[in-house]
């Protein structure tokens, strides 16, 4: 194992340079995106569902779905950062071919362009949060905690993300991780509707999800309570980025160094 | 750039043994030893696929190595610690024009300095610099796409330069360059080397090995064919001039034979080896030549094509 230097905030920086030049532009798809969702499902279909029964509480189907929307920008704010941007820089742009030719090494960058996608699920999910916070669907001071949620979500999903980075060969081919992977999460994970309406199977596989025990954190924070079970899973997050982190970094090491 | 150390003074800035690279089966670096003295510019040579690259990513770090051994500025490029100190002290113009698109030029070498730990200001300080050194200290602002390769590759150099490196690494630096861009880097080349930079270089062209090497190297298939100043290949391996005779005749062939001189027959055109030109070139001029025969001065190109043959690679 080696040990890997606080350098990597070097490549974070190189993002966040780039980020700031378009950042007009790359404010508008979190800002505008999740809140076309709270409008379509949260006015839309209130009219239809009305109150929605969460953890032996009601609650308004917006206030319900709010959080798992604020859940799903996390995750795809930080995964869509570490597969297709990721992927643009280390293959068409060879930006990390060049950046092995000065004192970084390898796990820096991976570990920056991971850490850099955190960032922009930080970013985009606190764009979001004080749009929906207006509304006031998101309770205080709880609430708070969703910024350093956003950002242990992020890790978790940009190294998964990061994980596709190094095995596809090519960039279409993140359809398939996506329809596979991120797609059943957002409509299964507990997002659209409580996952105690479906069978006990369906059940018992939207518990393997990351994202079912992100939104249920989300939705412990923004609605209540906070308990315990909050606790399980982050634990269950952390799992996730502490396995894919390495494997990341295990898989880029053997499609870049040769 | 920076000053040279008494210590370090007579150690080679390049040692590679024995050195190997290979990719499954496949060698492409096959058991290299070279040296490359501090303060010198060394070349290496070869047709598509002998190695080059390979040789220079072991250099640099990016490539671990396959065997043997290989010490950069005195450090032991197999050891991560001591990589590091290297890579801090070399600048690395790879083959490819990897600059940043999403950043303007000054960005380019701002951020790249950076990732060298000079601080910021400092950055920007050097990195004006290096524009007025490449002529480009108008265009700071351009984006990336908007330069043509010749300009890329001037911007390249720069941001290899941009921690004021002890070694330069330069992969084919003017591939694809027209002569005014080639000269305009030849000229930065030679004033780096005059600062007491070391360079290493590989490239296709013999013109700019002769004009810029103190020494180099030949390789194919991953080895050494030759190694020695570029005066001193010619002369050993092409002698002083050559004749070009087109479309020769049987007669001419039987007389070179005949004086045991040394030539190359391409078929449509020979190439006659020598070093008493003026005596040869009227015998051959005046008795065998039907189509046309040339005297010229023999050059690195002679030698290159006559080790490592004329067909075509890959
Ligand atoms: N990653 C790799 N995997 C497999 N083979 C490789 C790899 N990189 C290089 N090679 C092979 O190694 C050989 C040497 O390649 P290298 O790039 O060092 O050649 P070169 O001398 O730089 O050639 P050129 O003049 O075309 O740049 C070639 O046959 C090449 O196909
Ligand atoms: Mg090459």
């Known amino acids: ?258 | 750039m920076k000053d040279i150390g008494q210590s370090t003074m007579m150690e080679p800035v390049i040692q590679a043994d024995a050195l190997r690279k290979a990719f499954g089966a496949f060698t492409a670096v096959d058991g290299i030893s070279f040296s490359v003295r501090r303060g010198e510019c060394f070349g290496i040579l070869g047709p598509n696929g002998a190695g080059k690259t390979s040789t220079i990513r072991m250099i640099y770090g990016f490539s671990p190595l396959s065997g043997g051994s290989l010490h950069v500025l005195g450090q032991d490029v197999t050891n991560r610690k001591q990589l590091r100190r290297v890579k801090y002290r070399i600048g690395v113009c790879q083959q490819d024009n990897n600059l940043d698109p999403e950043l303007s030029i000054l960005q380019n070498l701002e951020v790249f300095a950076s990732y060298f730990d000079v601080p910021r200001p400092e950055a920007t300080a050097r990195a004006l610099e290096l524009l007025k050194f490449i002529a480009l200290e108008n265009r700071r602002d351009t984006p990336i796409p908007e330069l043509s390769g010749g300009l890329m590759r001037r911007v390249v150099l720069a941001r290899a330069l941009i921690n004021e490196p002890d070694l330069l690494i330069l992969d084919e630096p003017t591939t694809g360059l027209d002569p005014q861009s080639r000269h305009q880097i030849w000229e930065r080349l030679e004033g780096l080397r005059a600062r007491g930079i070391s360079i290493l270089l590989t490239t296709h062209y013999m013109e700019e090995a002769s004009r810029l090497c103190d020494r180099l190297i030949i390789m194919d298939h991953g080895k050494i064919l030759v190694e020695g100043r570029p005066q001193d290949l010619i002369r050993e391996h092409a002698g002083r001039d050559i004749i070009e005779v087109s479309e020769p005749g049987e007669e001419l062939r039987t007389f070179l034979r005949e004086r045991n001189l040394r030539y190359d027959d391409l078929g449509h055109r020979l190439l006659i080896y020598c070093d008493e030109r003026d005596q040869l070139y009227r015998e051959v001029s005046g008795r065998y030549c039907r189509d046309g025969c040339t005297l010229r001065t023999a050059t690195l190109e002679d030698v290159f094509l006559k080790l490592t043959g004329r067909e075509l690679r890959e």
């Open chain 1, 1 to 258: 194992m080696f040990v890997i230097s606080s350098r990597f905030l070097r490549i974070w920086h190189r993002n966040f340079a780039v980020y700031r030049k378009t950042w007009k532009v790359s404010f508008m798809p979190p800002l505008l995106e999740p809140l076309l969702y709270l409008a379509a499902f949260g006015l839309g279909m209130s009219a239809l569902v009305g109150e929605v029964s969460w953890r032996n509480q009601s609650a308004s189907y917006i206030v319900f779905i709010a959080p798992a929307l604020l859940s799903v920008n996390m995750m795809y704010n930080s995964f869509f950062e570490t597969t297709y941007g990721s992927f643009v820089r280390m293959y068409y742009q060879k930006t990390f071919d060049a950046m092995l030719a000065t004192p970084l090494f390898l796990e820096e960058i991976i570990t920056g362009e991971i850490i850099w996608g955190a960032t922009k699920s930080v970013i985009a999910s606190s764009i979001m949060l004080s749009i929906i916070s207006l509304f006031g669907l998101i309770r205080y001071p709880e609430g708070l905690l969703l910024v350093p949620l956003s950002f242990l979500a992020g890790i978790a999903f940009a190294s998964i993300g990061m994980y596709f980075t190094a095995v596809v060969r090519n960039i279409d081919l993140f359809n398939l991780p996506i329809f596979l992977f991120i797609t059943p999460m957002f409509l299964f994970g507990g997002t659209f509707f409580p996952l105690d309406t479906l069978p006990g199977w369906a059940q018992a596989l939207a518990w393997f999800l990351p994202l079912t025990h992100l939104v249920e954190i989300t939705r412990a924070i923004a609605i209540g309570p906070l308990d315990v079970f909050a606790l399980w899973n982050l634990l269950y997050l952390a799992l996730f980025s502490a396995i894919f982190f390495p494997l990341a970094l295990k898989k880029m090491r053997v499609r870049l160094i040769k």
